[in-house]
C-alpha cells in the first residue's frame, strides 16, 4: 500500500505568521502534489512537483511556495498567512507519467487554521 | 471555472439500490479518475478510465467515459452504506501533470 504522511495533522496559525506544512512519501514515485479543500468543496491544486529541487505552478499557486528537496519529501510553505487559507490541505505523490496513467495517493490532510 | 464538473451535489438512496454519479469536463483529456472521499480521509481512487476506453469496472462500481459529450459517469450497484462518501471525478488536459477535480457528489447511503 502506498503511503504519504502529511505534518501536522493540524496546526492553528495567526494571521502574518509562517507555516510549513510537510509531506513524506515511501513510495518512491516522482510526482508530488499539493491540494487545498475548503469546507464542502472539492480539491484545487496548489503546486505541484515531477522531480526533485524543481516545483511547478498549479491552478492557485498565489501566497504559497512549494520546495522539493529529495524525492521524498515536498514541502508546503506560507509565508505570511491570512485568514483565507484556512482549509484542510492534502498532499499526494504519483508514479512516473503523473495522471494520465497513474493514481493519486493521498495523504490524510493537514487542517490549518488561521486567526 | 472548472475542468471538471460533477452534475449533482447530493444524493441520497437505500442500501441495496443503485445510484450514477454523472461528471462533465471542458477539454480534451487522456484519462478521467474517479475518487472516493470518507469523512475525514483524504481521497482514494476507485476508477481510471483513459481517453480510448469506454467503459471500466471494479467490483460494484462501472464508469464509462464518452468523449464525443466529454462526459463520464460512474455506477454504484447494491450500494451499503460504506459506500456513503463524497465522489469527485478528475482529469487532467493533455499537458497530462496536473489533475483537476469537480467539486464533487455527496452520496448518502441510508439502511
Known amino acids: 500500500e502506498a503511503a504519504v504522511t502529511q505534518s501536522p495533522r493540524s496546526k492553528v496559525a495567526v494571521t502574518g505568521g509562517k507555516v510549513t506544512l510537510s509531506c513524506h512519501q515511501t513510495n518512491n514515485h516522482d510526482y508530488m502534489y499539493w491540494y487545498r479543500q475548503d469546507t464542502g468543496h472539492g480539491l484545487r491544486l496548489i503546486h505541484y512537483?515531477?522531480?526533485?529541487?524543481?516545483?511547478e505552478k498549479g491552478d492557485i499557486p498565489d501566497g504559497y511556495k512549494a520546495s522539493r528537496p529529495s524525492q521524498e519529501n515536498f514541502s508546503l510553505i506560507l509565508e505570511l498567512a491570512s485568514l483565507s487559507q484556512t482549509a484542510v490541505y492534502f498532499c499526494a505523490s504519483s508514479d512516473w507519467g503523473g495522471p494520465s496513467q497513474n493514481t493519486l495517493y493521498f495523504g490524510a490532510g493537514t487542517r490549518l487554521s488561521v486567526l | 471555472s472548472q475542468l471538471a464538473e460533477e452534475n449533482s451535489w447530493a444524493l441520497s438512496v437505500h442500501e441495496g439500490e443503485s445510484v450514477t454519479v454523472n461528471c462533465s469536463y471542458k477539454?480534451?483529456?487522456?484519462?478521467l479518475q474517479w475518487y472516493r472521499q470518507k469523512s475525514g480521509k483524504g481521497p482514494a481512487q476507485l476508477i481510471l478510465i483513459r481517453s480510448n476506453e469506454r467503459e471500466k469496472r471494479n467490483g460494484r462500481l462501472r464508469a464509462t467515459l464518452d468523449t464525443s459529450s466529454q462526459s463520464s459517469s460512474l455506477s454504484i450497484t447494491a450500494t451499503r452504506c460504506e459506500d456513503t462518501a463524497v465522489y469527485f471525478c478528475?482529469?487532467?488536459?493533455?499537458?497530462?501533470?496536473?489533475?483537476?477535480f469537480g467539486g464533487g457528489t455527496r452520496l448518502t447511503v441510508r439502511p
Open positions: 478528475a482529469t487532467n488536459n493533455n499537458a497530462g501533470a496536473k489533475l483537476t
Open positions: 512537483s515531477y522531480v526533485a529541487d524543481s516545483t
Open positions: 477539454t480534451s483529456i487522456t484519462a
